[in-house]
C-alpha cells in the first residue's frame, strides 16, 4: 500500500507563498488519484485540490486562482503550490490517495502545519 509524506509547510506573511511536497512510496502513484485536504482548529477536514494520474485537477473556489497541484510521476510526488496566502488558509495539510474507481482515500499523509499571520 502507498505510503505518503509531506513536508514544505512553514510560517509565513499574508500574501506569501509556500509549496507543499507529497512524496509516495511502497506503490506507483500513476495507480491513485491523489489529493490536498486541509483541517484549521475547530474545523472539519476539506479538499483543497486534487489531481488525476491524467493531470485532471480540482481546486477548492477559494483556492482557485491561488493555488496549483502538480504531479511528477517520475518523482513519485504530488505537489501543492499556494501563492497569495491568507491568514484563513491556515491548518494542518494532508496529502491522500485513492483508487481511480474509489470515492473512498485509503492512504493519508501525517500533515504539513501551514501558518499564515495577519
Known amino acids: 500500500q502507498v505510503r505518503l509524506v509531506e513536508s514544505g509547510g512553514g510560517l509565513v506573511q499574508t500574501g506569501e507563498s509556500l509549496r507543499l511536497s507529497c512524496a509516495a512510496s511502497?506503490?506507483?502513484?500513476?495507480?491513485?488519484?491523489l489529493g490536498w485536504f486541509r483541517q484549521a482548529p475547530g474545523k472539519e477536514r476539506e479538499m483543497v485540490a486534487t489531481?488525476?494520474?491524467?493531470?485532471?485537477?480540482y481546486l477548492m473556489d477559494s483556492v482557485t486562482g491561488r493555488f496549483a497541484i502538480s504531479r511528477d510521476n517520475d518523482k513519485n510526488t504530488v505537489y501543492l503550490q499556494m501563492n497569495s496566502l491568507k491568514p484563513e488558509d491556515t491548518g494542518i495539510y494532508y496529502c491522500?490517495?485513492?483508487?481511480?474507481?474509489?470515492?473512498?482515500?485509503?492512504?493519508w499523509g501525517q500533515g504539513a502545519q501551514v501558518t499564515v499571520s495577519p
Open positions: 489531481i488525476t494520474t491524467y493531470g485532471a485537477t
Open positions: 491522500g490517495a485513492r483508487y481511480i474507481d474509489s470515492s473512498q482515500y485509503l492512504a
Open positions: 511502497g506503490s506507483d502513484i500513476l495507480d491513485y488519484v
